[in-house]
């Protein structure tokens, strides 16, 4: 019976030291952008989502730190998957207002090519910063964009075209990002609004 259960204690160590693959964390990162397209309009298994992914980078970042367990190519895609896991952590705080992260443009578009929503721009080059349009679903988020090399404090204004409701605000906007204004998960039907005047100081 000890016998039995030192082989066993071995098997089970065995298996505990195996390390994941490149696969399985591109396999994790895929499924969190899935998840996340279905679960938008839900803002605890967002903030759970953004949770997963934000474990999903420590993860990647410990596996780069056994370089000696893996191959040169393995270890280059790792760091691909490790930039990918940290975009998409900060598109699902910025675009699902699930956290406190603020997304460059690059990681923004990044992390769409696993999640996938339809992006386009509602207002470019009439203000400082551009609006963005993110589609997912029923789910909308509207973003401003600072594509200029200053760091700005961004105030606007904006109205429902239904004109049942409104809104104004003022964020820090740093260079080269994006940060959502506006999403319609707690009144889905509203889906369309109009933002302007939109002011920049820089900081």
């Known amino acids: ?37 279905r679960e938008i309009m839900n803002e605890e298994a967002c903030e759970s989502l953004y949770r997963d992914a934000e474990d999903l980078v420590d993860e990647i970042d410990e596996a780069l730190d056994e370089e000696d367990e893996y191959t040169y190519e393995d270890l280059l895609r790792l760091k691909n998957l490790q930039e990918e896991a940290e975009a998409l952590e900060n598109f699902i705080a910025s675009v699902g207002d699930c956290g406190g992260s603020i997304p460059s443009i690059k990681q923004i578009n990044l992390a769409n090519q696993r999640v996938n929503a339809h992006i386009s721009y509602v207002i470019s080059d009439k203000y400082c910063v551009d609006i963005v349009l993110v589609e997912i679903d029923d789910f909308v988020s509207y973003l401003a964009e600072n594509k200029s090399r200053y760091n700005y404090t961004v105030s606007y204004k904006w109205n429902a075209l239904n004109g049942i409701i409104s809104g104004e605000g003022y964020m820090g906007l740093a260079k080269y990002s994006m940060r959502q204004i506006y999403n319609n998960r707690e009144d889905s039907a509203t889906k369309n609004i109009s933002i302007f005047g939109v002011k920049c100081v820089e900081f």
Not at 18 to 31: A, G, K, M, T, V
């Open 1 to 37: 019976m000890k016998m039995f259960l030192t082989v066993l204690s071995i098997i089970c160590l065995g298996f505990s030291e195996i390390q994941e693959s490149p696969s399985d964390y591109d396999y994790q990162l895929s499924s969190i952008a899935q998840e996340f397209r």
